[in-house]
């Protein structure tokens, strides 16, 4: 499995719906509220052999209220 950070930017006032979303969807490994340029963080791990912009945009990008997402792929862990 490959490990991804999202950073998502909300429409005012909808990060805690979409948030909720999120969760019911029972994709990540974890979710934190952030402040900044952005106003979620979202850790998941995309299935091996599956391409990670389409399993983004299947699975999390079809939610109202997000305006942006920054996607930070990870190769090793220390």
Same mark, same amino acid.
Do not use: W
């Given at each position: 499995?490959?490990?991804?950070?999202?950073?998502?930017?909300?429409?005012?006032?909808?990060?805690? %719906?979409?948030?909720? &979303?999120?969760? @019911?969807?029972?994709?990540?490994? /974890?979710?934190?509220? #952030?402040?900044?340029? +952005?106003?979620?963080?979202?850790?998941?791990?995309?299935?091996?052999?599956?391409?990670?912009? %389409?399993?983004?945009? &299947?699975?999390? @990008?079809?939610?109202?209220?997000? /305006?942006?997402?920054? #996607?930070?792929?990870? +190769?090793?862990?220390?």
């Amino acid at each position: 499995m490959t490990c991804v950070f999202v950073q998502i930017r909300c429409t005012p006032g909808t990060a805690y %719906k979409v948030a909720d &979303d999120i969760t @019911l969807r029972e994709i990540h490994s /974890e979710l934190y509220s #952030t402040s900044g340029e +952005f106003d979620l963080l979202l850790k998941l791990y995309i299935p091996d052999g599956a391409d990670v912009g %389409k399993y983004i945009n &299947d699975n999390l @990008l079809d939610i109202a209220g997000i /305006e942006r997402t920054l #996607t930070t792929l990870t +190769f090793k862990a220390f």
